[in-house]
C-alpha cells in the first residue's frame, strides 16, 4: 500500500509538473528556468553527473538560469520526454540510444552486439568528441541534439539457471529492450526474445513469464532483480551508452559564452557519471552477492560472439546511416589491438 501511495504521489507530481510547461522560456525571479528529466532515481550515478551540470552552470550563470532536475520519470517516460523535448517543454532528457533511433538511424549502431572489442575502445570512442559532435547532430531535424554521453556499463545475460555457454540460452525467453537488433541478437543464441518495459522485467521473471533478462549489474540491485535471477554471466554483448539530449531551439538561443558554459557543464557531468558508475558497479556487485545470493559467472566471450557477428554485415546492409560510425570504431578496434 505504501508503494502503491508512493507511486500516485509522484504521478500527481509528475502530472502538476507537466501540466505546468508551457513552452521553453519560463521564467521564475527574472531567472530562466532549465528542466532536465531522466529514469533514474537521486542515488544513480547519472543523477549525480547531472547535479554536477547544475552547479556548474547555476555556479557560473546564475544570475540567468536556474537548473531543475526531476529524476524517476516524473516527466513522463524516456520516450514521452524526449517529444517534451522536442517541443521545448523541457530543455533536457536523459535518453537511451534504443530511444533515439526513431529520430535518426545512425543510433541503431549502439544495439549491434559486440561493436566494442573491449570497455577501453568503447570509452575512447565515446570521448572522442570531435567525431561524436558530427553523430550528434543527426538528431537537428527533429528539434533536438545529444551534448554529452554517460556510461551505462556493460550488457550482460542473467537468469533463473546459469548461463555458461550459448547453448544455454536455447529455447529461453529472454527479455530485451525494444529494438530489432536486440531482438535478432537473441534470437541468433536459439532463444525467444521478449521485448518489454524495463518495470515489468522483476515480475516477469519471478512469475516465469521469462527466464531471464540481460542488462548491467545495477538492474540486479537498484531494481531488485537478483532477488529472483540468481545467476549473472559476463558474455558483454553490448555496450550502449546513454545520451543527454537538448531542444535545439534552446541550445541557439544561447549566447557563445553561454553555450561554451552549458558544454562545459555536460562534459563535467560525464566525468563525475564515469567515476560514480565504477563505484555503484562494485557496490552492486558486492550487495548482489553476499545479501542476494546472485552468482557471478565468467564465460568464454568468443563462443557468444562467433554466434551473433554474421548480425553485423545484415545490419550494414539493411541501415547504410550507420556504415561511417561502423568503420571508425573497427579502426578504434584494430589500433587497441596494435596497442597490445
Same mark, same amino acid.
Request: glycine share 6%; aromatic share 10%; hydrophobic share 40%.
Given at each position: ?180 537488433? *536486440?531482438? $535478432?541478437?537473441?534470437?541468433? #543464441?536459439?532463444? @525467444? !526474445? &521478449?521485448?518489454?518495459?524495463?518495470? /515489468? ?53 544561447? *549566447?557563445? $559564452?553561454?553555450?561554451?558554459? #552549458?558544454?562545459? @557543464? !555536460? &562534459?563535467?557531468?560525464?566525468?563525475? /557519471? ?67
Amino acid at each position: 500500500m505504501r508503494k502503491m501511495m508512493k507511486k500516485l504521489a509522484a504521478l500527481a507530481l509528475g502530472t502538476a509538473v507537466a501540466a505546468s510547461l508551457s513552452g521553453c522560456g519560463s521564467l521564475t525571479g527574472g531567472k530562466r528556468i532549465i528542466r532536465i528529466s531522466h529514469a533514474q532515481s537521486e542515488t544513480h550515478p547519472e543523477h549525480l553527473g547531472l547535479l554536477a551540470f547544475k552547479e556548474y552552470v547555476e555556479e557560473k550563470l546564475g544570475d540567468k538560469y536556474e537548473v531543475q532536475i526531476f529524476p524517476n520519470e516524473l516527466l513522463g517516460s524516456a520516450q514521452k520526454a524526449i517529444e517534451l523535448t522536442q517541443t521545448g517543454a523541457i530543455d533536457f532528457v536523459v535518453a537511451g540510444t534504443a530511444n533515439l533511433e526513431t529520430f535518426a538511424d545512425v543510433y541503431e549502431i549502439f544495439s549491434m552486439p559486440y561493436l566494442f572489442d573491449s570497455e577501453e575502445v568503447y570509452k575512447s570512442v565515446m570521448q572522442d568528441t570531435d567525431y561524436m559532435e558530427k553523430v550528434y547532430e543527426s538528431t537537428d531535424e527533429a528539434g533536438f541534439r545529444v551534448v554529452t554521453w554517460y556510461n551505462a556499463g556493460t550488457r550482460n545475460f542473467y537468469g533463473k539457471t546459469p548461463i555458461k555457454t550459448p547453448e544455454d540460452l536455447k529455447g529461453k525467453k529472454i527479455r530485451v529492450q525494444q529494438s530489432p537488433a *536486440s531482438v $535478432e541478437m537473441v534470437k541468433a #543464441f536459439g532463444a @525467444a !526474445a &521478449a521485448p518489454m518495459g524495463f518495470g /515489468e522485467v522483476y515480475t516477469a521473471i519471478q512469475q516465469g513469464v521469462i527466464d531471464g533478462a540481460e542488462n548491467n549489474e545495477l538492474a540486479l540491485t537498484n531494481s531488485k532483480h537478483g532477488e529472483v535471477a540468481k545467476y549473472y554471466s559476463y558474455n558483454k554483448h553490448q555496450m550502449v551508452p546513454d545520451m543527454l539530449v537538448a531542444n535545439l531551439k534552446f541550445l541557439n538561443s544561447l *549566447s557563445p $559564452e553561454d553555450y561554451q558554459i #552549458f558544454k562545459e @557543464a !555536460a &562534459a563535467l557531468s560525464t566525468e563525475v /557519471e564515469m567515476v560514480e558508475w565504477d563505484k555503484s558497479i562494485e557496490e552492486a556487485k558486492k550487495i548482489a552477492a553476499e545479501e542476494m545470493g546472485v552468482e557471478f559467472i565468467d564465460v568464454d566471450v568468443e563462443a557468444f560472439k562467433e554466434k551473433v557477428l554474421p548480425l553485423h554485415e545484415t545490419m550494414l546492409q539493411e541501415n547504410d546511416k550507420i556504415r561511417d560510425l561502423y568503420d571508425h570504431i573497427q579502426a578504434a578496434n584494430e589500433q587497441a589491438k596494435g596497442g597490445q
